[in-house]
Structure formats: structure tokens, C-alpha cells
């Protein structure tokens, strides 16, 4: 069975800094990787995800993340943040073999101070 | 296109009242999902179903029955509410057979279990 740990529950930071969102995972084959956004009194909506070759990942709002596979890890980065970007992000995986399930971490909440 | 949609967006209950929430999608889409949220503890699967006139049990089943009658619905019910059983809760849906495919979420439905 797979496994997603967020390493932090939250995280401020200062408008216009960079931010780091930690997502490690566990699992004995390989799997796909997904981060979700979820803003204020919404669902949970698709950032980039993860399925093969290049391993850095460029998805919506200038967000990207990339697969360190030895390191069993998929960590999302913005070079510089905008209030509007404060909302909880979630880490999900699923295994790549065909699953019905994803399993998800429990979540970073993003904080962006002015 | 109106992708995933839930019915009612709030609600109030009594202690012992039954209620369904309905969730609704136009995509086609083969899977769908009830998750619950609640604090600190991320999004947790109660329910899902793989196919029309499927469904099967996921973490946190207890307490609820879903109904997949039609491709396009996915009903969730209480039968008998409780306190414990207060959260928001998100319907999701995921198309095709490749588990890469990500999932779409509804705007989700905040219950308050008195």
C-alpha cells in the first residue's frame, strides 16, 4: 500500500517569496503524482501532476514540482508568491499499475502575509 | 459544462434525521468519489464506485450508504445523523480506465449535525 506524507501542516511566508511545499510518498511499485490546490469554500482543483520523463513539472499559477524518485519525493515550488495563492495544497498518489484509489497526504496550508 | 455539482451546499440536521446529498456530473466519467474533510485530518474516502450500479466501501464508511443508479449521479446518505458525522464533504469524479487521469471535485457541502 502507498503512503503520502506533507511534511508541514503550515507554512507562511511573505508575499513575493519563494515557497517550498514538502511531499514525500512511500510505495513498492511506481506511481503517478498529483498536487491539488484548494482555495477558501472550494473544491480541490488539479495543479500539475506527474506521469513519466522529465522529472520537473510545470503547472497552473507558475507553481512546478519536481519527481526525485530515490528520494521518493515530489516537492512544489513558486519562485514568488501572491496573497492569492494562500490556500491548502494536497500531495496525492496513485499506483501507476491501474488503481481506483488515490491516496492523499493531509494537507499544507499556504499562508501569504502582505 | 458544469463538471462536478453537489446539492445542497449547506445543511443543517438534527441528531437522528436522514438526509442524501446529490452529486452530479456531465463528463462521462466512469469513477466517482464522497470524500469528508475535516480539520487536520485532510480528505478521507467514504465511498466510491467504480461503474453505474457499483459501489464499493472506502476508510470511513460507517454511518453512510451511497447509490450509483444512473452514470451521471452519485448519492450519498445519512441515515441516521450524528454529531461526529458535522464536516464538509466533496464528491469527485475521475475519467477513463488509466489512473493517471487526475479527479474533479464538486464545491463541496458543509453539514453542522446538532
Known amino acids: 500500500a502507498q503512503s503520502v506524507t506533507q511534511l508541514d501542516s503550515q507554512v507562511p511566508v511573505f508575499e513575493e517569496a519563494p515557497v517550498e511545499l514538502r511531499c514525500n510518498y512511500s510505495?513498492?511499485?511506481?506511481?503517478?503524482l498529483f498536487w491539488y490546490v484548494q482555495y477558501p469554500n472550494q473544491g480541490l482543483q488539479l495543479l500539475l501532476k506527474?506521469?513519466?520523463?522529465?522529472?520537473l513539472v510545470k503547472g497552473i499559477n507558475g507553481f512546478e514540482a519536481e519527481f526525485n524518485k530515490s528520494q521518493t519525493s515530489f516537492h512544489l515550488r513558486k519562485p514568488s508568491v501572491h496573497i492569492s495563492d494562500t490556500a491548502e495544497y494536497f500531495c496525492?498518489?496513485?499506483?501507476?499499475?491501474?488503481?481506483?484509489?488515490?491516496?492523499f497526504g493531509r494537507g499544507t496550508s499556504l499562508i501569504v502575509h502582505p | 459544462n458544469a463538471g462536478v455539482t453537489q446539492t445542497p451546499k449547506f445543511r443543517v440536521l438534527k441528531t437522528g434525521q436522514s438526509m442524501t446529498l446529490l452529486c452530479a456530473q456531465d463528463?462521462?466519467?466512469?469513477?466517482m468519489y464522497w470524500y469528508r474533510q475535516d480539520p487536520g485530518m485532510g480528505l478521507r474516502l467514504i465511498h466510491y464506485?467504480?461503474?453505474?450500479?457499483?459501489?464499493a466501501k472506502g476508510e470511513v464508511p460507517d454511518g453512510y450508504n451511497v447509490s450509483r443508479l444512473k452514470k451521471q449521479n452519485f448519492l450519498l446518505g445519512l441515515e441516521s445523523a450524528a454529531p461526529s458525522q458535522t464536516s464538509v464533504y466533496f464528491c469527485?469524479?475521475?475519467?477513463?480506465?488509466?489512473?493517471?487521469?487526475?479527479?474533479?471535485f464538486g464545491p463541496g457541502t458543509r453539514l453542522t449535525v446538532l
Open positions: 469527485a469524479s475521475r475519467g477513463g480506465e488509466s489512473s493517471y487521469n487526475e479527479q474533479f
Open positions: 510505495s513498492s511499485v511506481s506511481v503517478y
Open positions: 506527474y506521469l513519466s520523463g522529465s522529472t
Open positions: 496525492a498518489v496513485i499506483l501507476s499499475g491501474g488503481s481506483y484509489i488515490p491516496t
Open positions: 463528463m462521462n466519467h466512469e469513477y
Open positions: 464506485s467504480v461503474g453505474e450500479g457499483t459501489t
